[in-house]
Every structure is written in C-alpha cells, then in structure tokens.
C-alpha cells in the first residue's frame, strides 16, 4: 500500500518535472527552475548518495527531510559543510569535481527546495479518525458511508494531491459554515498532516470506478504572487506577504509547514476572512483550478529568497572561520585571492557557486585544520559583509 503509494507520488513528481519543461519558462522575479536543477541531481551522481521519499542512494540524507523551510543561503551553507565529504568520494572514485554555475546551483537548491513542496502521502487510517471527529461523516458521505447535507467527496480521489480538496473547502467555506452554524456542529480546525490524511482516506475508501489520476500543474509561486494580490490577500498581508496592521508576516509563519499544513491554516482563518472582507464590503476571493496551489507555493518560497542580513554579524563570521587567514587579510597569508577584488562576492549565489567551485583547492590547503562550517544565517551575514568590503561598483 505505502509503496504503491509512493510509486504513485513519484510519478506525479516526474509528471510535474516533464509539464513545467513543456510549459517552458518566463522572466519572473523567483529564480532558481526546480525541474532543471532535478536533471542536475540526477546527471551530477547527487542520487547515487541522496534519495527522495527514500527512492535513491542512502549515504547522504533524503532531500524531502533536508530542504523545508530554509533559506536559499542556509541550503547553500549546508551544500559547502559537505564538501569534504564529497572531495573525498570524488576522489576515491576518480571522478571529477562537480563545479556549476550561478544558475546551475539555483536550480538544484530550488529543486531541493521545492521536493519538500509536495507532501508526502498522509494516512487512511488516521484519515479515518479526523473525518469523524471532525463530523465531516455527519454531513458527506465517501464510499456510501456519511450524511448527505452535503456532497459526496469521492471525487476528491481523482487527485494524488490533497490541494484539490483544500481548495474545495475554501470555495464552499462560507456556505458549509452557515450549514454548520445552523448544526451546532463546530468549526473544523485543521492542524499539522490532518487535510492530507483526510484525503488519503477519501482516496482508500472512495466507490469511484476507473479512476482517472489528475496530475495537476507544478504550482508556480510567480503566478502565486499575482493571486495573493488579485484575491485580497496583501490587502492585509502586504504585497510580499510581510504583514500590516491588518495580517500578520507570512514569512516567518509559513515556515516549515508543508502544503497541506498551509492549506489548513488558510481554511482555520477562512471564517474570520469572510467575515472581514464583508467588512471591507469585497467578495470572499474563490480560487480556480491550481490557484490555491499557486498561493500557496507563493507563501512557502517567500522564506527562500530571505535575503537581509547582518553587518557585523558578517563580520564576526569571516573572523571567526578564518577566512582572512588565507584571504589577503592577516599579514604574511597571502594564500588565496584578495576577496575584495572578486567579482562572485557581489551576490549571494556568486559567493556560494565560487566557495563551492573552489573547495577542493581550498580543502587542499585546509585540511590539517577544522571545516569551516557554516550554520544558522551565517553564511547570510557573511555575504552581506563580504560585499560591503567589495571594491567593484
Ligand atoms: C558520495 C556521496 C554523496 C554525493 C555524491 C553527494 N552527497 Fe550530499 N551528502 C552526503 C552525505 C554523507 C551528507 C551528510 C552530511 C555530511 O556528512 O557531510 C550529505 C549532505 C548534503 C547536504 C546537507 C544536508 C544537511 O541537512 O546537512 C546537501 C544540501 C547535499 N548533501 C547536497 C548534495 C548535492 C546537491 C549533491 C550533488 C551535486 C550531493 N549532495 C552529492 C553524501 C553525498
Ligand atoms: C454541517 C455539515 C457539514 C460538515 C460538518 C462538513 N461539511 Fe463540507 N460541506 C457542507 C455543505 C452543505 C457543502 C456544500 C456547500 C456549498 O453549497 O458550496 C460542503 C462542501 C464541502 C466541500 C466541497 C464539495 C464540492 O465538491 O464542491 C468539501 C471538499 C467539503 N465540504 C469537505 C468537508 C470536510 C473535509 C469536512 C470535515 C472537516 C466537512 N466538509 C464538514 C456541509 C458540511
Ligand atoms: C481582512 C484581512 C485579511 C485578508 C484579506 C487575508 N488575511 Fe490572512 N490573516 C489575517 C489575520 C488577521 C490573520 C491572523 C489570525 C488568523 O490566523 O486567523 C491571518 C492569518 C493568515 C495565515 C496563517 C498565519 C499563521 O500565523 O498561522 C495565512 C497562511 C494567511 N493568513 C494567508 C492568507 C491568504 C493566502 C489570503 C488571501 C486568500 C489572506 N490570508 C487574506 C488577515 C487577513
Ligand atoms: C586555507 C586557506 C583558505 C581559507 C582558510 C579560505 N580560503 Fe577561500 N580560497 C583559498 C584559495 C587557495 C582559493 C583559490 C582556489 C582556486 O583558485 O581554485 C580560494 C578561493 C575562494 C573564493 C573564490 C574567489 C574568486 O574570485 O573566485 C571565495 C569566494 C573564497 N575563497 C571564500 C572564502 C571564505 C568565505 C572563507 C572563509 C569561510 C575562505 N575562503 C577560507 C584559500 C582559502
């Protein structure tokens, strides 16, 4: 069953790599192309140590645990921590280092980014349990089984991805409302995996035939950020999702939460949504086809491209990792370029594509000491303070 399962969402990914290469790319504020940076996992040996949802090589930890909810630059501090690791294995097997461009590597942080996106498969079983405790049963029905106040949710099984069925609440959110008002059935809150087990168990219990399997387009966080204005979000959210008096920072409350868990808090707050757009006398914005899936891939990468940072901060990890050693700085050390005349210095990614590009020289020279390694915002901070040393324009 798991198995089958997984099958089932691996296919789906592949689905949406080949549908997003057909559908091609557009200039967008987002950068990084998931599907591009998936060919590269793939034809640069990442698979032969890293899995996805356990499909692939087992030495190195599964890409579906690693990306959530960080930063492009904390996944490109991790990518630098494991480069001795990696020297050493390309040099045992006598390969050559992998070096990429900028783009290369936003590709393939975005692609390790994005896997996290897609939920792994909830559980029937638990599945079974919220939609009875949560009274779905006492108004809909799946697999003959349920009230019919409202309608039957077998449907919902065409879809591997339980967005179709979130959007299908938020659409007919305010009118279940009354009816559950009307009840005295309470409001349904939704918290962690609970919407995608829900959904699992309309998947394993549904009486449809011939199910046809709906791969829905990879959502698009660019179009995302179009919606979030067009349906009334950064009315109060702000247009980059970072708050107003009226709504709260998206960024930092996003964080770490799948989709499905994205899609539960919007549900949660739907009836205080309604209730304020009334105020506001707008129309309670429903959502088409992907576009809930589009918002919400809009909110889960507004924490990616974070891109502040610290000053001094910079500077404390620059000293502290000894990069001056090396780098014209202490005197007599003079062992690496002067980093103040570098041109990849001047943007985060140029920072991580050079550091990683040149790890194995400087590995060379480093490795009777410790790895700088680099954890938290760190390596943010360090960009920031690199390029404020920078005598480029
Ligand atoms: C030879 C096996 C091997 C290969 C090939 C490999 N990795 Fe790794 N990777 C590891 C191991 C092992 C770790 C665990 C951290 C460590 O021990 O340094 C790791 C850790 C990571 C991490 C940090 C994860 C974390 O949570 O700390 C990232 C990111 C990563 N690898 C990306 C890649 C990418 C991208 C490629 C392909 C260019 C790749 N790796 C190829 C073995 C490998
Ligand atoms: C008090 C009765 C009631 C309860 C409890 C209830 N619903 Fe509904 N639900 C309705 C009604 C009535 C509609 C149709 C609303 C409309 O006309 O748009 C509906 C619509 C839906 C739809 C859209 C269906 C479609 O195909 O358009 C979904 C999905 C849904 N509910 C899921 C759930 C889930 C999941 C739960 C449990 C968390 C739940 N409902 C609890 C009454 C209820
Ligand atoms: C009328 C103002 C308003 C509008 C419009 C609005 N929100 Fe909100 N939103 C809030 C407030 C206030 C909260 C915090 C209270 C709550 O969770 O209900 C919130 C909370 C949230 C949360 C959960 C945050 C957390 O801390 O858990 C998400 C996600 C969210 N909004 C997304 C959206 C999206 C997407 C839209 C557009 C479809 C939207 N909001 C439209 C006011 C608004
Ligand atoms: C042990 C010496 C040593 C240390 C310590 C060291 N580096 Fe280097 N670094 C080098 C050498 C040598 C090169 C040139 C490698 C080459 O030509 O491939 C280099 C190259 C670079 C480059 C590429 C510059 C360019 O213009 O392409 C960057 C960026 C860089 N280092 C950043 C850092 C940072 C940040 C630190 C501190 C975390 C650091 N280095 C610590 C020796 C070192």
Redesign the pocket.
């Known amino acids: 069953m798991i198995r089958g399962m997984l099958a089932v969402w691996l296919a789906a990914l592949l689905f949406f790599a080949i549908a997003s290469t057909a559908s091609g790319q557009t200039s967008e504020p987002f950068t990084g192309d998931p599907t591009v940076g998936r060919g590269?996992?793939v034809d640069?040996?990442?698979?032969?140590?890293?899995s996805i949802w356990d499909n692939g090589?087992s030495?190195?930890?599964d890409?579906a645990?690693?990306?959530a909810g960080r930063s492009l630059q904390q996944?490109a501090g991790?990518?630098w921590?494991?480069?001795?690791?990696?020297i050493?294995?390309?040099r045992d097997?006598g390969t050559e280092w992998?070096t990429?461009s900028e783009d290369d590597l936003a590709d393939?942080?975005s692609y390790?980014y994005y896997v996290k996106l897609f939920d792994e498969p909830g559980d029937p079983e638990s599945g079974e349990r919220w939609f009875r405790e949560k009274r779905c049963v006492a108004c809909h029905a799946v697999g003959g089984i349920g009230g019919d106040v409202g309608p039957p949710l077998d449907s919902y099984a065409n879809y591997v991805a339980p967005i179709m069925l979130a959007t299908g609440l938020w659409n007919s959110g305010p009118a279940m409302q009354a009816s559950q008002v009307a009840r005295g059935v309470p409001m349904p809150i939704f918290v962690g995996r609970e919407m995608s087990d829900i959904h699992a168990y309309i998947r394993q219990r549904s009486s449809l035939r011939d199910r046809e399997l709906i791969f829905l387009q990879p959502p698009d966080p660019n179009a995302g950020r179009g919606l979030f204005a067009e349906k009334g979000c950064s009315r109060c959210h702000g247009d980059d999702g970072r708050g107003t008096r009226s709504g709260p920072d998206l960024r930092t409350a996003t964080q770490r939460m799948q989709v499905s868990e994205i899609a539960g808090q919007l549900w949660n707050h739907s009836f205080q949504m309604s209730a304020a757009m009334g105020a506001l006398s707008s129309t309670f914005p429903k959502f088409q086809a992907t576009e809930m899936a589009d918002v919400i891939s809009f909110l889960y990468y507004l924490r990616f491209y974070e891109s502040d940072g610290d000053l001094e901060a910079g500077e404390r990890v620059y000293v502290s990792k000894r990069c001056a050693s090396c780098h014209a700085g202490e005197a007599n050390s003079i062992v690496g370029p002067d980093l103040s005349q570098s041109e990849s210095i001047l943007t985060p990614l140029g920072l991580a594509t050079a550091m990683w590009n040149h790890a194995p020289a400087m590995y060379d020279l480093i490795q009777w000491e410790e790895w700088p390694r680099f954890e938290g915002e760190e390596m943010r901070d360090l960009s920031v303070f690199l390029r404020s040393m920078s005598s480029k324009p």
């Not at 640069?44 to 890293?50: M, N």
């Not at 921590?81 to 990696?86: A, E, G, L, S």
């Open positions: 590269i996992f640069r040996g990442c698979v032969d140590c890293h090589g030495l190195g930890p890409f645990v690693v990306g996944l991790l990518f921590n494991h480069t001795p690791r990696m050493e294995t390309v097997r992998p990429f393939i942080i390790i």
